[in-house]
Every structure is written in C-alpha cells, then in structure tokens.
C-alpha cells in the first residue's frame, strides 16, 4: 500500500494519537506550560483528587502579571498574590518554577524557545492563545482553556477534534523596513479575522524560509488573529542552528537523535491541504491597525478609505478617527514595545536602530520579553540608547500587551503598539490601540506622531 | 458539569461580529475566584461606564431576565484562551450561544462547561434573528438531543454538532474521570514513546 500524502501537521498529530472516540483524538502532550492564570485549573485537579501525572513535562513560568518595575510589586496585593499563587501551586506539584528572581524568566513564549524547551515535532500546550508562537520551530503548540490545563495536568493528554489545514504560501521577498510583523497584519487583512478559524496554519515558501527564528515566532504568534489555533513553519537549518546554543534542547547523542527525527518534518510534496492561500511579500509594506480588530490594517502609504459598515463605523467611533483624518501623521500619546509578539532581541535592535541619538516626544515602555533578552540587550548597550531616548526600560513580562501587571493605556489615550491585540479595553478600559512593528513604534516615539518608517529611517538620524 | 439536553427560553441577542474574549471578561477580572460567580463581569465595560455606573447602551440587562441563549454576531469569543470568558457567560445563566461562526478556543471551553455552541449558516442565523427580534419575548426551544431549534407551534431547523462535543455536553462528562478509562492505554503509549525519544524529556541527555 502506499505511504499517504502527509502534511507536516497531520505527521505530527498522528505521532501522539493514543486513542480515538468519535471526532475526538486522545493525545500525547510532550511540553505543557503554566503561568499565573493556570489557578482555575491547578484548582480543578486538586478537586479531582489525582496527582500531577508528569511533573518533568511542566514548566511554569510568571509573566502575565509580573510587575514592570519590580520595586511596585507589592503595590497592588492582588497582582503580588497571583505570582504567590503560582509559586505556590508550583512547588506543591514539585514543578519547574521560573520565578521572579530567574535569570530564564521572561513570557512563556519568549523565555521558552530560547531555553531550548520548545523543540520540533513537540506538541505543546498552554492555557495561552498565543501558544501558536512556538509553531516557528516546527511543533504542533496550541492555546487551550482553564479545563483543558487540569486535563494535561491530571494525565499528559487532551481530547482534540483534529482541524482543518490551511497552507499559507509566501513568494517572493519582504521589502527593506517591513518586517514579519507587517507580514502577519498584511495576512489577518487579507484573510480577516476568522480566516483560519477552524484550520492549522502552515507557512511555506522562500520569503518564510528567509525569516530569522525570531520573525518565524512573530508571524506564528499572529496566526491565532486570523482565528487558527495552530501556525506553523517546518524546521530547517535555521531551526537547527537556533537549537545547538539553546541551553536546554538535547545534546551529544540526544541531540542527533533528536535532529534524525526532525529531519522528517515536513509536508509532502503531494499532501493535501483543506485551504490554500498565496501572499505576494514585495506587496507588503509597513502596516498599522486604525481599528479594533487586527484585519483593521492598512499599509502606512495608502491613503485611509475603509468600507463604510457598523463594524467600520463602531471601530472608528471607539478609536476617536474618522474617514477624512489620514493614520499617517496622526498624534499619539504613548508608546509600548514588547509583548509575545515583539520583544526579543532582533525587535529590539529594530527599535534601537532608530531610537539611537533621538528623544521621545511621548512616554514610551520598552520590555524585554525575557530576562535573558534584557540581559543581553543591556550587554550590548540597547538599554542604555533607550534610556538615553527617555524611554522607561522596564522588567520582562506582558505588561501593557494585556495590562493585567499595572501597566495600562488610560482611557482615551492613543497607544502605538508593538503587541497582537487592539481589541476594545485590551490595553485598559477606553485605550486605544494601533498595531504596528518595532521600529514603526520607535520612529513614532521620536515623533509623536505615526510615521513611515522607510522614509524616516533615510532622513532623520542620517 | 451540569448536562444540556433542551433548553426553552427567550434570546439575548449580541450581533456585533467578533466580539473577542477582552470584551467578553477584561483581563482584570480574571484574578477573581470562581466562588462569587462570574456574571457581574460579563461584557462589563459596555455595561458599565468608567465610574462603573450602568451604560443606558448596555448591551444586556442589568440582571439576568430569564434569557439562556444567546444569539452572537460572526466570529464570537475570538482571541484569548481565557475560560473565563466562557464562566461569565455560564453564571450568566446562558446555557447556548449561537452564530455563524464561533472561535476555536472559545468553543472548546464551552463544551468542557456546559455551555452548548452551535453554528447556524448565514440563512438560518438570520431567521432566528428576525424572529427574536419581532418577538422579543418568544420562547426558542433548543433541543440537543434532536439537533434541532423550534419555536412558534411549527418552526424548526436543523443544526449539526460532532458525535463527541454533543456526548459531552448531553451526558455532562469530567473529562477527567472519563479519560482514567483509558489510563492504561495512556501509560503503554507513553513508556514506548518516551523510551523512543528520551529526548523530549528536559535535561534528559
């Protein structure tokens, strides 16, 4: 008989299916990662009576409420009593615990990759939607709810109904100053917000096989705003090269084991996906959201004429904007870089590269997503060109992406923002929010207002 | 988990599309224990004002006036995971949500609380919504066992739900307890594959 047509996600789904019942597959679960907000389900299995049945497949990790200035911590108890609670329920099941005081702590879905605890073929899970983010490296990694979690914790598995797949084929070559953040707005615009909903994305072609593993873990931390639960990219050299100096990936002979079974991740050249879509990346330029939704995007060039809806009208009521008011040049009253989305060291560098000799006009936050990326960034000197810009560096976290820490947009204030969500309140009650790269973050800072960053970065700081 | 088998009552209807999971539950009331229930949080900052005073825009009514199902614009409950959004709904005595399309993530934590998804086409979505909003006080009856919506004395439609999400939700099932069914089968599966790649262990090699 003949092998069948396998797509790198079906590969992968395959490998951990334990049983099934009707739709539904009982899987293995290889890497399963906790955070603040995983007590409704250590409270669920401690309901349940039964153990942690694999302590040495769960990490847990504080960053969704983890203070930008650690010395405020105890300002708010009930933020402080949170990263209690994990530490907690942590150390009870005998976990691996990032805490506060970590030099590998930092957002699950920065801190893990660069130990190394996120490898190919894995299926990973989290009570995270951007759990997706982890795809980069070729691993089945999904966002699961609060019941979901005690499941994996009470027993290493979950019941999954398998979804669609959705390939999403990228030709071509990304332009000078767009970076995959523009690259993943240009998409969630063209296939909207629920474009993949129901499916697992995979990313081929030359311009993703082009993008650093930083940039892969942009563009599939994104896909969860195009609704699918799972994005990925199949792993290759770049992967490889990534997980050598990752100090917790396999070594030695574990690592070349390892390396024999990741080298039979990708989709078959005749394998069959349920939906398909090209993008051309020479068309993608720099893209902001003038809305409250991610497909509310427009590339900053273009002048601003949206389909005039309810939804259109609400978002642009919400947002303060009107038709006649272009996004270019518009004034805006603070800056965030960071977030799951933008914050490791090469967002970093982006916005470094701009920031360097200039002052910010408006109050701007610039967060490491880790502890080991604010180290370096310190190392190299980033901290200091922001600090010197008047920016507040602040300690590695979530912070204002969904203001759970005490980081927020007030209302009605006008946020550029590095992070994945412009939603309604997302940022605080009343914020508004404007979706857009690191270094488009930056030049905004600098000016107080949203400019193009191709143009400003060949005039301003020449 | 309490069991769905038919529910009867008016709807409440929320036809914004993409009505994500911030909206649904803000972030800063995820922290709040479970105990004092979760429908005061509901949609709350379109009920209530920064003061936290009602909204004469409310979208639902102050306190809950018997409605258990609820008729959503495209693509409810997208973005984050949090269940709580799923709770708020749930202490919000709301037992079915339907639309045309229901995110992922959001309708997975659904069916694990009892509360019953289900996607109609636009055709359909739209029939029910012209007759709950000419009859705002009209029963619907939403019955799980037939996969079938009625209301009057002899309107109905047809819905689809997978074998497995319905068993759930009819049956009430723990995940939990029913998964220690198939325990042995989990650790056979698990000695193989961990003794074939000892790798996926942290600090195994």
């Known amino acids: 008989m003949n092998q069948p047509h396998l797509t790198l996600f079906e590969k992968i789904w395959r490998q951990h299916v334990i049983a099934s019942a009707g739709e539904f597959d009982l899987l293995w679960v290889d890497r399963h990662f906790v955070h603040e907000g995983s007590f409704h389900a250590f409270d669920k299995l401690d309901s349940s009576g039964r153990p942690l049945a694999y302590p040495e497949l769960t990490i847990g990790i504080a960053d969704h409420y983890v203070p930008s200035n650690l010395a405020r911590l105890n300002d708010d108890p009930e933020v402080a009593g949170m990263i209690r609670l994990l530490e907690d329920n942590t150390a009870r099941h005998q976990l691996t615990y990032l805490g506060l005081g970590h030099g590998d702590r930092g957002i699950v879905h920065v801190a893990a990759p660069e130990l190394g605890l996120t490898l190919p073929g894995l299926i990973i899970v989290c009570g995270d939607s951007h759990t997706t983010t982890h795809g980069a490296f070729g691993a089945l990694a999904m966002g699961i709810g609060a019941t979901e979690v005690a499941h994996v914790l009470a027993t290493q598995t979950l019941w999954q109904r398998r979804p669609k797949t959705m390939r999403i084929h990228v030709d071509g070559k990304l332009g000078a100053g767009v970076t995959a953040k523009d690259l993943a707005l240009h998409i969630i615009h063209q296939i909207g917000t629920g474009g993949a909903t129901g499916h697992a994305v995979e990313y081929t072609g030359p311009a993703v096989a082009a993008l650093s593993m930083d940039a892969r873990m942009t563009l599939c931390n994104m896909t969860i705003e195009a609704g699918a639960r799972v994005g990925m990219v199949a792993p290759d050299d770049t992967t490889y090269a990534w997980l050598r100096d990752a100090p917790q990936a396999p070594k030695a002979e574990g690592l070349a084991q390892a390396e024999r079974h990741w080298r039979t991740l990708y989709s078959d050249p005749e394998a069959h996906y349920d939906k398909a879509v090209t993008v051309d990346a020479s068309a993608v ?19 601003f004429s949206p389909n005039d809806s309810e939804a259109t009208r609400s978002s642009l009521d919400y947002m303060g904007l009107s038709v006649d008011r272009p996004i270019l040049g518009l004034a805006i009253d603070q800056v965030f870089i960071g977030s799951c989305t933008n914050s490791r060291l ?83 009650p009343g914020a508004r929010t404007h979706l857009m790269s690191p270094a488009m973050a930056a030049a905004a800072a600098l000016n107080g207002t949203i400019v193009d960053v191709r143009q400003f970065a060949a005039g301003a700081n020449a | 988990m309490k069991p769905v088998t038919q529910v009867v009552s008016p709807a409440l209807l929320l036809l914004d599309a993409n009505i994500d999971t911030d909206q649904i539950i803000p972030a800063r009331f995820l922290r709040k224990p479970r105990s004092s229930g979760y429908h005061h949080y509901l949609l709350y900052d379109a009920r209530y004002d920064m003061q936290g005073q009602p909204r004469s825009s409310s979208p639902i009514p102050e306190s809950q006036e018997g409605a258990k199902i609820v008729l959503a614009g495209h693509n409810i409950g997208c973005g984050s995971s949090r269940e709580g959004a799923v709770y708020a709904f749930v202490d919000y005595s709301i037992q079915v949500i339907i639309s045309t399309k229901i995110a992922d993530i959001f309708r997975n934590n659904a069916i694990r609380n009892g509360l019953l998804p289900i996607m109609l086409d636009q055709a359909q979505f739209d029939t029910l919504v012209a007759y709950c909003q000419t009859h705002p006080h009209a029963d619907l009856t939403v019955d799980l066992q037939a996969c079938e919506i009625r209301w009057e004395t002899d309107s109905c439609l047809a819905f689809e739900i997978d074998d497995g999400s319905r068993e759930r939700l009819l049956k009430g099932i723990d995940d939990i307890q029913s998964t220690l069914e198939w325990e042995q089968k989990i650790d056979v599966f698990a000695k193989h594959y961990l003794a074939e790649r000892p790798w996926v262990v942290p600090g195994s090699t």
């Open chain 1, 346 to 428: 090469s967002d970093l560098r982006d916005a470094a590269r701009i920031l360097d000799g200039g002052t910010v006009k408006v109050p701007t936050l610039i967060v490491a997503g880790s502890n080991r990326v604010k180290a370096q960034a310190e190392a190299e000197g980033l901290a200091e060109i922001f600090r010197t810009a008047g920016a507040r560096w602040g300690e590695s976290g979530c912070s204002m992406c969904v203001a759970m820490n005490g980081d927020s947009v007030a209302p009605g204030q006008r946020c550029a923002s590095t992070s994945n969500r412009n939603f309604p309140g997302r940022q605080g």
């Open chain 1, 285 to 303: 330029a720099p893209r902001i959201t003038w809305g409250t939704s991610p497909e509310q995007s427009i590339a900053v060039d273009e002048p």
